[in-house]
């Protein structure tokens, strides 16, 4: 069984930075691509970010790029977002989700999801 959880969510003030982590169990992580999606209070899930299995690929939403960085550490299972010069606006619930194939940057090649941790940022 694959489960996938999230933490280093919280409260930060504008401008601040945090670090969301990832941890895979029941499968090997270096297999496959990995993502970021987020969802904020009255809006539908949105990509932010996601890494291919090598690492040799990576994608941003535009929103995000030069802010956030994605990173994964295969042999300890664990996919990061390091998320800098945070605003008002990236206050979500954050989600990691590993692909079952297909476009990294499309919510529908994942298959398995965590349960979110949540990122509020404070104006």
């Known amino acids: 069984q694959v489960q996938l959880v999230e933490s280093g969510g919280g409260l930060v003030q504008a401008g601040g930075s945090l670090r969301l982590s990832c941890v895979v169990s029941g499968g090997f992580l270096s297999n496959y691509g990995m993502g970021w999606f987020r969802q904020a209070p009255g809006k539908e899930r949105e990509f932010v970010a996601a890494?291919?299995?090598?690492?040799?690929?990576?994608y941003y939403a535009d929103s995000v790029k030069g802010r956030f960085t994605i990173s994964r550490d295969n042999a300890k299972s664990t996919l990061f977002l390091q998320m800098s010069s945070l605003k008002s606006e990236d206050t979500a619930v954050y989600y990691c989700?590993?692909?079952?194939?297909?476009?990294?940057?499309?919510?529908?090649?994942?298959?398995?999801w965590g349960q979110g941790t949540q990122v509020t940022v404070s104006s």
């Open positions: 989700a590993r692909t079952g194939g297909g476009e990294l940057r499309f919510e529908r090649s994942y298959d398995y």
């Open positions: 890494i291919s299995w090598s690492g040799s690929r990576i």
